[in-house]
């Protein structure tokens, strides 16, 4: 016997476990270090997920899905001290709460929440790997690898805004489905 919850709530289940298959099978991409670096910067793609998981998704469960993918860029890390597991998290969550309160949910909204999470991710990383590990250089890091690496994943963000839409809106339909019967 299958629970009434489960029947209600299928649509919406099945939605959160593909985000979770989704960010989970790019956070092993990102780690494994089979994306192809594009002129020796970094893609990214779990800062844009967060992000669009988060705008659609809302707050809490932006958090939940911030918090994985946060936990799985730490994994790359030798210090493992979480500091991205609570920046993905609190991306996740500022994401959905502005889409509930304030914003609405498009690309140019993405774009802007991408922007200022993608750069305040450089700067992260440039202090974790200046200030932690005591990699020298100063600025130059950040201006010749950071930032533009921030601006690499602003540009590949519409491709994964569109394939959140996506899941989101079939899911959706699934529901619209299951409830005109």
């Given at each position: 016997m299958i629970p009434q919850a489960w029947k209600e709530n299928r649509p919406k289940i099945m939605r959160r476990v593909v985000f979770f298959f989704l960010i989970s099978g790019f956070g092993v991409l990102q780690i494994s270090?089979?994306?192809?670096?594009?002129?020796g910067l970094e893609l990214l793609p779990l800062l844009a997920l967060?992000?669009?998981?988060?705008?659609f998704e809302r707050e809490t469960y932006g958090m939940i899905f911030g918090l994985l993918a946060g936990v799985l860029c730490d994994m790359n890390n030798a210090d493992g001290d979480g500091v991205y597991a609570l920046f993905f998290a609190l991306a996740g969550f500022i994401c959905?709460?502005?889409m509930t309160y304030l914003m609405m949910n498009n690309l140019l909204t993405a774009t802007i929440l991408t922007s200022?999470?993608?750069?305040?991710?450089?700067?992260?990383?440039?202090?974790?790997?200046?200030?932690?590990h005591g990699i020298s250089g100063g600025w130059k890091p950040l201006l010749t690898?950071?930032?533009?690496?921030?601006?690499?994943?602003?540009i590949?963000?519409?491709?994964?805004?569109?394939l959140v839409r996506a899941i989101k809106k079939e899911f959706?339909?699934?529901?619209?489905d299951e409830l005109s019967f």
């Open positions: 270090d089979v994306l192809p670096d594009v002129f967060t992000v669009t998981v988060g705008m959905g709460l502005l200022f999470w993608s750069v305040l991710y450089a700067l992260v990383s440039w202090l974790v790997s200046v200030g932690v690898f950071y930032l533009p690496t921030a601006l690499l994943n602003i590949i963000m519409p491709i994964f805004y569109y959706l339909n699934m529901e619209n």
